[in-house]
């Protein structure tokens, strides 16, 4: 039976989407595993769009990351985006199934173009004085992220928002705290600049030669606890979600914090080193997110926003209904296991793909 994703097409049009998706797929089966991983345990329904907006996330990403011209990158971004909202997406595979996306899921342009913004900081090689300024650029690469994850489950309160976008910031933190050693051989420094002037480092005498001294160590540390004050926020917002959608998302928090474990075991040395998580621990955290949502659920938050996120909750919870009727959410525990039991079938037969560092 044809998935309602594709309810609208004709045969050969779903087909073509199909593609699409498959090519979106094996774009992120290598570079972005974590992401592959946990998406296995999502239902399809969200998956297949959830695989295209990675896809376009990634691409976007690239585009300012890997390139010389970084303007010439961000300018096919935004062009690329321009088409996608106007329905005439760029004769590719991401952006067609992405253009799919936000159509069908009704996703307001404001949270990709946040998106953009902060890859545009990026390429300014802008830095970041104080941790508001740094949860301000998380929001943009990673909060809008978890704000566009939450429209695809449908979930669309503002609880449900704010605690998304928390956990994108908290995954984005983690990944500035794991790669601190390879963002300064690169010139670049994410780290709270006051943070550090506090420690008694001078920011750019530091990036000069870059160590982990004990000061800075401290300063990881720090970060991780703000990270982990943004998990603890953000899972809460398990419950607002469809049964079926829980898993993965628990999971997906569960591998990034286990970086920042990794981080905290190599004594906050994330210069020498560079926190990794094998296919193994994967596996094993995946398997223990369906026990923990299942045997207990973290009490509802209805904490308001952040106030550097709370820009991204407003403009995702004014959007219309999706084009997509919400399925009922009281999946049976049994085809949840299921489920879970076929992923890390999956993830073991591909374990040489996912082998390595988290990205």
């Known amino acids: 039976m044809p998935q309602p994703w594709f309810d609208d097409l004709s045969w050969r049009g779903a087909a073509a989407a199909r593609a699409d998706l498959a090519a979106c797929r094996a774009l992120l089966r290598h570079g972005s595993k974590s992401f592959h991983a946990a998406s296995l345990l999502l239902p399809e329904?969200?998956?297949?769009?959830?695989?295209?907006?990675?896809?376009?996330?990634?691409?976007?990403?690239?585009?300012?990351?890997?390139?010389?011209?970084?303007?010439?990158?961000?300018?096919?971004?935004?062009?690329?985006?321009?088409?996608?909202?106007?329905?005439?997406?760029?004769?590719?595979?991401?952006?067609?199934?992405?253009?799919?996306?936000?159509?069908?899921?009704?996703?307001?342009?404001?949270?990709?173009?946040?998106?953009?913004?902060?890859?545009?900081?990026?390429?300014?090689?802008?830095?970041?004085?104080?941790?508001?300024?740094?949860?301000?650029?998380?929001?943009?690469?990673?909060?809008?992220?978890?704000?566009?994850?939450?429209?695809?489950?449908?979930?669309?309160?503002?609880d449900a928002?704010?605690?998304?976008?928390?956990?994108?910031?908290?995954?984005?933190?983690?990944?500035?705290?794991?790669?601190?050693?390879?963002?300064?051989?690169?010139?670049?420094?994410?780290?709270p600049l006051a943070w550090l002037r506090e420690a008694g480092l001078d920011p750019e005498?530091?990036?000069?030669?870059?160590?982990?001294?004990?000061?800075?160590?401290?300063?990881?540390?720090?970060?991780?606890?703000?990270?982990?004050?943004?998990?603890?926020?953000?899972?809460?917002g398990l419950a607002a979600l469809p049964p079926d959608c829980r898993p993965a998302i628990a999971a997906a928090g569960a591998i990034y914090a286990e970086i920042g474990r990794h981080i905290a075991a190599a004594g906050y040395d994330s210069v020498a080193t560079r926190a990794v998580v094998t296919a193994r621990t994967k596996l094993r955290l995946a398997a223990g997110s369906l026990t923990a949502v299942a045997a207990r659920q973290r009490p509802a938050l209805a904490d308001p926003p952040l106030p550097e996120l709370r820009y991204l909750v407003e403009v995702a919870t004014v959007s219309r209904a999706p084009m997509i009727p919400a399925r009922a959410s009281g999946v049976p525990w049994w085809e949840l296991r299921a489920r879970l039991l076929w992923s890390l079938e999956i993830l073991a037969r591909r374990r040489s793909d996912v082998r390595g560092a988290v990205t």
């Open 45 to 158: 329904r969200v998956r297949m769009p959830a695989s295209a907006l990675y896809a376009f996330c990634r691409v976007a990403d690239d585009a300012v990351d890997l390139t010389t011209d970084r303007a010439a990158g961000l300018a096919r971004t935004r062009d690329r985006l321009d088409r996608a909202y106007a329905g005439a997406p760029l004769p590719h595979p991401v952006d067609r199934a992405f253009a799919r996306t936000v159509a069908r899921h009704s996703i307001p342009r404001a949270l990709p173009e946040a998106l953009i913004e902060g890859l545009a900081w990026d390429a300014q090689g802008r830095r970041y004085e104080t941790l508001s300024d740094l949860l301000g650029y998380a929001a943009r690469v990673a909060g809008s992220v978890g704000a566009m994850m939450s429209l695809l489950m449908d979930a669309r309160d503002a």
């Open 161 to 191: 928002m704010a605690r998304a976008c928390d956990l994108g910031a908290a995954m984005q933190l983690t990944n500035i705290a794991r790669d601190v050693g390879e963002d300064a051989a690169a010139g670049r420094l994410y780290l």
């Open 205 to 236: 005498a530091w990036l000069r030669a870059p160590v982990a001294s004990a000061p800075l160590r401290g300063v990881v540390r720090r970060l991780l606890d703000e990270a982990g004050r943004l998990y603890d926020r953000g899972l809460c």
